[in-house]
């Protein structure tokens, strides 16, 4: 844990961008070293130095390692997006999460399908001697050329196709 590692004689980085001087008891210094100084910066930005403090000062101290490391995620997501910040990259990860549910279960589909094919072909497949080919493709045969796996027939709900809203 930072909070329990020796501290250099160097400012810490929330102390050098508020140009003041780190006390040896700072509050930022175990969280925010001198050599992560973007780290900061983007907490800043987004909370402000008060409210970081505020935040860090009613946590508990075994957990103000996990509270920074959350504010400085939080603050990355803000930084990249200011209308949804983590709740955006979230529902954007379970949305490709239903797709892919969705694509597995067009595949399970498509197995399932030529397993039936296959168990109900002979050993050998018929040859039409008088198309001089096989009478059907086991492998392509036309039975997926329509839209027939939307989700609603997969039993997967995307409850996440539109962007998030705040009420």
Avoid: W
């Amino acid at each position: 844990m930072r909070s329990q590692e020796p501290r250099s004689t160097s400012s810490c980085s929330a102390c050098k961008l508020l140009k003041r001087r780190c006390v040896p008891n700072c509050l930022f210094a175990p969280y925010f070293p001198s050599d992560e100084p973007k780290k900061f910066v983007k907490v800043h930005k987004v909370f402000g130095a008060s409210n970081v403090s505020k935040i860090l000062n009613e946590v508990v101290k075994e957990q103000r390692e996990d509270a920074v490391n959350t504010l400085v995620f939080e603050a990355e997501a803000r930084l990249k997006d200011p209308v949804y910040g983590c709740i955006g990259e979230i529902a954007s990860l379970q949305g490709k999460m239903a797709q892919l549910q969705h694509d597995l279960a067009v595949a399970k589909a498509r197995l399932a399908h030529c397993a039936v094919v296959k168990a109900s072909s002979t050993s050998l497949l018929p040859f039409d001697d008088q198309l001089g080919m096989f009478p059907f493709n086991p492998i392509y045969d036309g039975f997926f050329d329509q839209q027939v796996f939307d989700a609603d027939q997969t039993g997967i709900i995307n409850e996440f196709s539109e962007p998030p809203y705040l009420l």
